[in-house]
Nanobody, 123 residues
Framework: QEQLVESGGGLVQAGGSLRLSCAAS????????MAWFRQAPGKEREFVAA????????YYTDSVKGRFTISRDNAKKMVYLQMNSLKSEDTAVYYC????????????????WGPGTQVTVSS
């Protein structure tokens, strides 16, 4: 069973950058798809980015393409989300999530979740 803990959130001005980290514990991390989701107040949780477990393939929602980069270090059991050119609409609680096999975008497909980290972008 995987346990996930996010860190790196905070307050940043529009146009700035943040790097989120997700630490995983469990023996099967390297065989899981890892993803980032976010949830703004009053909105549903939405997919942000995902990375495959085997070949490093990545997938992003359109609104973050070219600004966000997801990466993973299987040896350290870490997943990262580098966020550049942040906008006020990126303000949300960001969650790390894991699932076996293939990349998917619906939140209900993911088995494991972290508690989340707050990202606030001031304009």
């Amino acid at each position: 069973q995987e346990q996930l803990v996010e860190s790196g959130g905070g307050l940043v001005q529009a146009g700035g950058s943040l790097r989120l980290s997700c630490a995983a514990s469990g023996r099967t991390f390297s065989s899981y798809v890892m993803a980032w989701f976010r949830q703004a107040p009053g909105k549903e949780r939405e997919f942000v980015a995902a990375i495959s477990w085997n070949d490093g393939s990545t997938y992003y929602t359109d609104s973050v393409k070219g600004r966000f980069t997801i990466s993973r270090d299987n040896a350290k059991k870490m997943v990262y989300l580098q966020m550049n050119s942040l906008k006020s609409e990126d303000t949300a609680v960001y969650y790390c999530a894991a699932k076996p096999f293939f990349i998917a975008t619906p939140a209900e497909k993911y088995n494991y979740w972290g508690p989340g980290t707050q990202v606030t972008v001031s304009s």
